[in-house]
């Protein structure tokens, strides 16, 4: 089972790895944000991970890290 | 299972500082930046390597590759490339411009290089308008496409059509590999690191210039959400710019 780690503060919430991500284990949370003002990008913990990296691969600002 | 026992199978490359980037959201000038530090790390290029930055975004390229950089003026970069390769064979000489750089200002010193068979690499960063200095109409501007200069739509009576660079680049007889790809999906990227490491390879084999058009997006210019703009980088933008590899050594 794969998981994603944010990092957080360079994260500006584009949304592209939402988009990219079958499982749809990220949203953005509308709750929080990090000190540049934006949404971040979250991973949802009770969804399955395949660990595929797609949102990496597509993040332009290498906001996330991928392990499987 | 904790984060601490899995495998990482994604993570920053080496060559990428941990500087965050200053881009707008959804720009993919970052995503290029990280292509460039994998495709560094993949040649095991980074003690060598010297960047050379246009004008545009990607000037503080400096801040987030941890290679050598050297500024150049205003689409001068492959004029500048030249006389550190020169001075340097020893060294990796890699530009990276923007299209208001090197298809504006600097197209001749673009030809002129590549007619020289200079071994230099060129990153071109295509997103079709002049992004840091508020987004006026660039050569590669499409046809009705608004911009701040043209805020009817570019006319190409009067305006002028998109000059495609990789195509015109790849006519020369100095020019090892000219090939033009997009970074609006995780398909197009998987190419793009393909092509970036032939450009790289072009030089590592002295075979001549090599350059990589990477289309890309800029949401705040093109006055649309990063959905919105990768959607028109996809549907718009590729009919007038076709990908593919114009010249392979």
Known sequence: MGRVAVKEERCKGCGYCLEVCKEGNLYLDSTRRNRSGYSVATFSEDKVCSGCALCAEICPDVALEVYR | ?249
């Open chain 2, 1 to 249: 299972m904790s984060i601490a026992a899995k495998k990482r199978v994604f993570a920053s490359p080496a060559s990428l500082t941990d500087n965050k980037f200053h881009f707008c959201p959804g720009c993919h000038h970052g995503l290029v930046h990280r292509l460039a530090a994998e495709t560094i790390d993949y040649y095991d290029l980074s003690s060598k390597a010297i960047g050379v930055i246009g004008v545009g975004c990607g000037v503080f390229l400096y801040d987030y590759l941890a290679i050598d950089c050297c500024e150049s003026p205003h689409g001068r970069a492959p004029a500048v490339a030249t006389g550190i390769k020169r001075s340097n064979p020893d060294s990796f000489v890699v530009t990276y411009q923007g299209d208001g750089d090197l298809a504006a200002i600097g197209t001749s010193e673009i030809i002129h290089a590549a007619n020289r068979q200079e071994s230099i690499t060129i990153i071109f960063v295509n997103n079709s308008v002049y992004g840091m200095t508020g987004g006026q109409m660039a050569p590669t501007t499409l046809p009705g496409q608004k911009t701040t200069t043209t805020p009817a739509g570019r006319q190409p009576v009067g305006d002028g059509y998109p000059i495609n660079v990789a195509e015109l680049i790849s006519t020369l007889k100095g020019t090892a590999f000219a090939a033009r790809v997009a970074c609006h999906s995780h398909t197009h990227i998987r190419t793009a690191r393909k092509a970036m490491r032939r450009a790289f390879q072009a030089q590592i084999e002295k075979r001549g210039l090599g350059l990589i058009e990477l289309l890309s997006a800029c949401p705040t210019n093109w006055r649309m959400t990063p959905q919105q703009s990768v959607r028109r980088l996809e549907a718009e933008m590729i009919n007038t710019f076709p990908l593919g590899t114009y010249k392979d050594f």
